[in-house]
T-cell receptor
Framework: AQRVTQPEKLLSVFKGAPVELKCNYS??????LFWYVQYSRQRLQLLLR??SRESIKGFTADLNKGETSFHLKKPFAQEEDSAMYYC???????????FGTGTRLTIIP | GAGVSQSPSNKVTEKGKDVELRCDPI?????LYWYRQRLGQGLEFLIY????????KSGLPSDRFSAERTGESVSTLTIQRTQQEDSAVYLC?????????????FGQGTRLTVV
C-alpha cells in the first residue's frame, strides 16, 4: 500500500529565506508525485507534479527515488506563500490519490 | 467552465441526526474522491469512486458513513446519527481518469457542524 509522510505539521520561515517542505513516500513501484496547496479561504489546488518538471510560483520539487522523497523547495520565501501544503502520490493504473497530512507554512514578514 | 460543486456549503445539525452531502463533479470526470478535513488537521481519505469499479471504502471511519455515486455524475455522502467528532470540512474532488494520472480538482467543501 502506498503511503505519504510529511514530518512537519507546522513550518515558519522568514520572508526571503529558503523554504523546504519535506515529503517522503513508500511505494515499491514508480509513483506519480504531486504537491497541492490550499491558500486561506481558497480551494485545494494542484501546485506542481513531478512529471512536468516545472517551476510554479518559484517552487520546485525533485523526485529522489533512492531516498523516496519529493521535497518542495523555494529559494526565497514570499509572504503570499503562507498556506497549507499537501504532498500526494498516485500510481498509474490505480489512480487513487493518497495525501500526506499536510504542512502549514507561515512566512514571517 | 464549471468546477466541482458541493452543497450545502455549510450545515449545522443536531447530534444524532442524519445528514447528506452532495458533490457534482466536473462533467466527464470518472474518478471521484471524498476527504475529510478536521480543524487544523490534514486531509483524511474517506472513499474513492472510479468508473464502474467497486468503490474503495477503506477510509470510511465507521458504518455510520456511506456514499453513493450515480454513474459518473453526482455523489452523495451520508452520515447517520451524527456525532460531534464528525464536525469537519468534507471535500470532494474529481479527476479525468483512464489516461494516466491526472490532476484532481477540488470543490469548496461542506463545513459540517454537529451541535
Amino acid at each position: 500500500a502506498q503511503r505519504v509522510t510529511q514530518p512537519e505539521k507546522l513550518l515558519s520561515v522568514f520572508k526571503g529565506a529558503p523554504v523546504e517542505l519535506k515529503c517522503n513516500y513508500s511505494y515499491s513501484g514508480s509513483p506519480e508525485l504531486f504537491w497541492y496547496v490550499q491558500y486561506s479561504r481558497q480551494r485545494l489546488q494542484l501546485l506542481l507534479r513531478h512529471i512536468s518538471r516545472e517551476s510554479i510560483k518559484g517552487f520546485t520539487a525533485d523526485l529522489n527515488k533512492g531516498e523516496t522523497s519529493f521535497h518542495l523547495k523555494k529559494p526565497f520565501a514570499q509572504e503570499e506563500d503562507s498556506a497549507m501544503y499537501y504532498c500526494a502520490l498516485s500510481v498509474f493504473g490505480n489512480e487513487k490519490l493518497t495525501f500526506g497530512t499536510g504542512t502549514r507554512l507561515t512566512i514571517i514578514p | 467552465g464549471a468546477g466541482v460543486s458541493q452543497s450545502p456549503s455549510n450545515k449545522v445539525t443536531e447530534k444524532g441526526k442524519d445528514v447528506e452531502l452532495r458533490c457534482d463533479p466536473i462533467s466527464g470526470h470518472t474518478a471521484l474522491y471524498w476527504y475529510r478535513q478536521r480543524l487544523g488537521q490534514g486531509l483524511e481519505f474517506l472513499i474513492y469512486f472510479q468508473g464502474n469499479s467497486a468503490p474503495d471504502k477503506s477510509g470510511l471511519p465507521s458504518d455510520r458513513f456511506s456514499a453513493e455515486r450515480t454513474g459518473e455524475s453526482v455523489s452523495t455522502l451520508t452520515i447517520q446519527r451524527t456525532q460531534q467528532e464528525d464536525s469537519a470540512v468534507y471535500l470532494c474532488a474529481s479527476s479525468l481518469s483512464g489516461q494516466g494520472v491526472t490532476e484532481a480538482f477540488f470543490g469548496q467543501g461542506t463545513r459540517l457542524t454537529v451541535v
